[in-house]
């Protein structure tokens, strides 16, 4: 069959990497992908905006099965889009409905959801431009820290975690009578602070049952201790040493299951992979947050260690028949060490020449933000996280030392990335 991914980044090229794999492949098209998905299949400069470009596509190229990597084209509709065309409603897309898809693309949905259906998650309260006084009123009954979420997507920028009320108070402002987010953040979720340590667990689903896949943690900030700004994450590991079984029960029978059961029983259609974010508070399990995609860098660690045929668990989804698979899952460790460029999170290099990429051996390379320079075809940086360096151990200190090993023979001016991926479990 021949397959269309959406996408462009280390999340795509990992998934390209593993579908390439499967002996139902006939063609694999990226859209609009990057030099490393190049090489298991035929990158189409798409934009993901535009719905009626890929279903041209689609239909000039005998798509079979359509892939959605990012949240943005399931959040607009991509999976009703096909449905609700005769030409193309045939063709399956992994990836959720719209409605479904809300689970990440509002906050507040997503904490109606699990309130609706007992899911531990932080206590909150949602308020809007008509409501900034009662807001502020919530603010002063809680605790420092103070946790403001956008209601909206906003690139993974849109939670402020405030120490002093003072900043909680202004910042609200600013987000809800200033649209420091725009549209996204028309709404504002305020939300109990809640410590402990995050875990990312993925789940893939055909709407009547579920696997679920290896579980990674992502490390987030950009400085070595957890320290300094957010970024779209600088690495990640899975296995996780205290998701032992003991505490996975707990996730599935609180969170999972219930998750599953409120999707069916309120109707929402949902096939493809639930992206569960995890705060084990002294062992019990609290969602942070559902997004309604696979996790970058989460996905170069677990796709990895994933033992299937993953065509034909896609297959399984597209045919509501996921409940006859099993999981089969690389008891190796995986860790993933994400180069990003001078300057990002923040304003970034761009265009710097890459060398050595294709001397990590041993170590898979998935390209991020990575480009072919026009004139000289050269391999260059085009994005603030440039490329992750994923490699497989019997430990995970002995994968982190592959890829350390292998980041020491790539090189790109500005080059940086974390050296302490892992420290803390
Ligand atoms: P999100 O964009 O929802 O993933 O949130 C970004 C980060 O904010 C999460 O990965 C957590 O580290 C942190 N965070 C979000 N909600 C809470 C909360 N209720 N308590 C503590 N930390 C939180
Ligand atoms: N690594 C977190 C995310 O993909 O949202």
Known sequence: MNILLL?????????AWKISQSPLLTKLYIAPGNPGTSKFGINLPLSLASFDGIKQSVLAYHIDMVVVGPED??????????LADPAIRHIPVIGPSKKAAMLEGSKDFAKQFMNRHAIPTAKHRT???????EGVDFLHSLKAPYVLKADGLAAGKGVIICKTIGEAVEEFSNMLQDSKFGAASDKVVIEEFLSGIELSVFILTDGKSYLVLPEAKDYKKIGEGDTGPNTGGMGSVSPVPFADEQFMQKVEQRIIVPTMQGLISEGIEYKGFIFVGLISVHGDPYVIEYNCRLGDPETESVIP???????????AVAHQTIQAETIVVDPRVAATVMLVSKGYPGVYEKAKAITGEDLAAGSLVFHAGTALDAETGQLVSSGGRVLAVTSLGATMEEALAKS???ISKIDFDGKNFRHDIGFDL
């Open 7 to 15: 996408g462009s980044g280390g999340r795509e090229h990992a998934l």
């Open 73 to 82: 084209p399931l959040v607009n509709g991509i999976h009703d889009y096909f």
């Open 127 to 133: 308020f809007s431009k008509q409501t900034v006084s």
């Open 305 to 315: 260690r994933l033992g299937n045929d993953l065509v034909q668990l896609f297959n």
């Open 404 to 406: 350390y090993q292998n």
